[in-house]
């Protein structure tokens, strides 16, 4: 038995010290002295994070007491005086608040909608998409064709006409990254009024953009594009489980008549502003890293995952570069940005502005993906810096951050892109953001509190490696 024994201990051993040359993430020996230093750098970021985190309090009081901020709306105004106040509170160097006009779209009294069939009427949970157009004053009512994508409804052509054409494309269940998966059919919902307006349909109706199956329609922007304004028709989303149901008794019963009524409206441009803190440099401070997320959010719910985790994982990245005495050598800008959801309006002003005065930008960092657990960080940048990146994988694999891919940063850091500027979206867990994502169950009850320090430390984390380590003209910044 003792033999046994030995053996399997050496055995187990021997396994061990195999899968240790395979990821040096499993020792500190495996590290050089310089990335020891990184390493215990990043450990005391993850512990502050955890015990005197501030991002989940910022979160209660963004969603408690202002709750959903469209753009335009009093309560979009309400967030840019919370988050210059924080900046404020929290000691950044400086802080300004920079003008930009946005959208100002309204939805109006709660939408309405149902359909008869046996001769009973069901309910349907519905809500107007942003800058459709409102129904006539006593709704719309017409017969109901169904397609599953842009281009089935093209190939239909004038048998739209005069029909409430309904979307019901569906998210592919096999994609294991859910945000492939609403790209595959979100192009329904932003396009399908243009699309069908042109071949005289007389309003769309589109499944909500989620994976599940649940009664919380999602809304979301839709476009007319270039087509005339007397062409322009109604466009809504259903919630999936009406969509589901809808489908079924169509094939019972082709005919049957929906209806909708909203009184959503456009009005005209209002202003707003980007809010904007910074933590000067100590070594480069002319150049730039900017981490941020969009203050503005849908008006269903709160906007606590879409988008008030990233806001308070930004500005928390300061809060922790000061907790543990980090002195960036470059200049660390915290980006409240405006207008993300309908416009993007405040991302375009600040690229614009920033160039008008020859801003140097190095490094960007966008959440905007929900506060689930972290999972990695996608990277868009040249090979030198995309590569660099990738050999971090060792210091933040411990945290769980263990997919650093090649990909899309973020809307709102995306227009200062150039082949110099390092951009970088933070990427948590996607597999329960499309539940609340544009729905009124967007709410701070969602959030778990957990999760979201792990974020803002991991968003710190990476912040201090491109801070230190970022290649610019073919130099490291130090």
Not at 121 to 147: H, M, R, W, Y
Not at 207 to 236: L, V
Not at 291 to 301: C, K
Request: hydrophobic letters at 35%; one cysteine or more; aromatic letters at 8%.
């Amino acid at each position: 038995m003792k033999k046994i024994y030995v053996l399997v201990s050496t055995v187990l051993v021997l396994l061990a010290c195999k899968e240790q040359q395979k990821n040096p993430s499993l020792s500190v020996n495996e590290l050089t002295s310089e990335e020891k230093k990184d390493s215990t750098a990043i450990k005391h970021i993850f512990n502050s994070a955890l015990t005197q985190g501030k991002s989940y309090e910022w979160l209660r009081d963004l969603t408690q007491n202002i709750g959903g901020r469209l753009s335009g709306s009093p309560e979009a105004e309400k967030a840019v005086l919370w988050g210059e106040k924080l900046m404020k509170e929290i000691g950044l160097d400086s802080v300004w608040l920079q003008p930009v006009m946005v959208p100002h779209w309204v939805r109006g009294e709660k939408e309405n909608a149902y359909y008869t069939i046996s001769g009973t009427q069901k309910n349907v949970p519905i809500c107007a998409l942003g800058f459709s157009i409102a129904t006539p004053d006593n709704g719309l009512a017409a017969e109901v064709i169904e397609v599953k994508s842009l281009d089935e409804a093209k190939k239909m052509g004038v048998k739209l006409k005069d029909k409430i054409v309904f979307f019901n494309g569906a998210f592919d269940e096999t994609l294991i990254n859910t945000f492939k998966a609403y790209g595959g059919c979100v192009g329904q919902r932003f396009s399908g009024a243009r699309v069908c307006s042109e071949f005289g349909a007389k309003g769309v109706i589109v499944r909500s953009m989620t994976n599940g199956i649940n009664d919380y329609p999602h809304t979301g922007s839709m476009g007319y594009g270039d087509i005339p304004k007397e062409q322009y028709i109604p466009a809504a989303a259903i919630s999936s489980r009406a969509a589901e149901n809808l489908s079924k008794d169509l094939k019972n019963n082709p005919n049957l008549k929906f209806y909708f009524k909203q009184s959503c409206k456009t009005l005209p441009d209002a202003p707003s502003y980007n809010v904007i803190g910074e933590i000067k440099g100590s070594e480069h401070p002319e150049k730039i890293i900017v981490v941020g997320g969009h203050l503005d959010s849908w008006d269903l719910g709160e906007g606590a995952h879409d988008d008030g985790t990233g806001v308070v994982q930004s500005l928390e990245v300061a809060y922790l570069f000061k907790s543990n005495n980090i002195k960036p050598k470059n200049t660390l800008r915290i980006v409240f940005f405006m207008n993300e959801e309908n416009g993007t309006r405040g991302a375009k002003e600040y690229a614009k502005v920033a160039k008008q005065n020859n801003e140097i930008h190095v490094g960007g960092l966008e959440s905007d993906a929900g506060g689930h657990t972290p999972r990695g960080f996608s990277i868009d940048a040249n090979s030198k810096n995309t590569t660099l990146i990738k050999s971090w994988k060792k210091l933040l694999a411990p945290y769980g951050l263990h997919d650093l891919v090649k990909g899309g940063s973020g809307a709102d850091i995306s227009p200062l892109k150039n082949e110099e500027v390092t951009l970088v979206g933070y990427r948590p867990d996607s597999q329960r953001y499309f539940d609340y994502h544009h729905t009124s169950t967007d709410t701070f009850d969602k959030v778990n509190k957990r999760e979201l320090e792990l974020g803002s430390a991991s968003m710190a984390s990476l912040v201090y490696l491109m801070d230190k380590y970022l290649y610019t003209n073919d130099e490291i910044i130090p």
